[in-house]
């Protein structure tokens, strides 16, 4: 049986793709993680650094000794580490449905000036607060991605895990924004790979190889059955 390896976004857990696991139980061997800091995996420490680069060799482990090829599925941080993942080891990855990848490096300076203006917004410092978290950060970020006011539109619930993994993902935002693989690199990926684009600024440049390239009909269910945009879950206040 084949393997889908099923990459959450930042902020969330493996729980975002409970009902895309059960779509796809009856033909594939799901494997959906939690990535370093979240669910299952534990906190991230607080005030110990991050790179992405860390989850990415976790994933990498994921892909065991074999010679099998699985088919990468991701979104937002994950539809990224997919990216990365099939950069690094090409002759284990079958297939890619990424959506919004938050795949920064493939913004040109002059095209994209505007984008780069906006992410330059995002404070580049973590400040604890009286409650050990930088929760102003927390806001302006999510607001920023989000829309004005998608912080406070959040339930309590949701607004505690994000504090209680905030330390974590700021730190993937910092390691992402400095990532510069470029769109000529995203394009040595021979993988069929598929990457429906939404509002992500950054997934609407996210390269092809090819306009004809087609993804393999696994890829096509899984990005029909995948996660939403950042900004609709968020917006409504639930977490999956």
Request: a negative charge; glycine letters at 10%.
């Amino acid at each position: 049986m084949q393997r889908a390896l099923l990459l959450h976004s930042g902020g969330f857990t493996s729980r975002q793709w409970r009902k895309l696991s059960e779509t796809l139980a009856p033909d594939f061997d799901v494997v959906a993680p939690d990535l370093l800091g979240y669910g299952e995996s534990g906190p991230w420490p607080d005030g110990v650094p991050f790179h992405f680069r860390q989850d990415l060799d976790y994933v990498e482990s994921l892909l065991g000794d074999g010679d099998d090829r699985v088919h990468l599925v991701g979104h937002s941080y994950g539809g990224f580490l997919a990216l990365q993942l099939a950069l690094r080891r090409p002759e284990r990855v079958q297939a890619i449905a990424v959506y919004d990848p938050v795949a920064f490096g493939i913004l040109d300076p002059v095209e994209d000036a505007d984008a780069w203006n906006q992410l330059r917004l995002v404070k580049q410092t973590w400040d604890r607060d009286e409650s050990g978290v930088d929760e102003a950060w927390l806001r302006a970020f999510i607001d920023w991605w989000n829309g004005a006011g998608a912080w406070d539109r959040l339930g309590e619930e949701t607004r505690r895990a994000f504090r209680t993994m905030g330390w974590k993902v700021f730190q993937e935002v910092m390691s992402l924004a400095a990532d510069r693989t470029d769109g000529a690199t995203y394009a040595t990926i021979a993988a069929p790979h598929s990457h429906p684009r939404r509002r992500d600024f950054a997934a609407r440049r996210t390269p092809r190889r090819g306009e004809a390239r087609r993804c393999a009909p696994e890829c096509n269910r899984a990005t029909d059955s995948g996660s939403r945009s950042h900004g609709t879950d968020l917006a409504r206040g639930t977490r999956q």
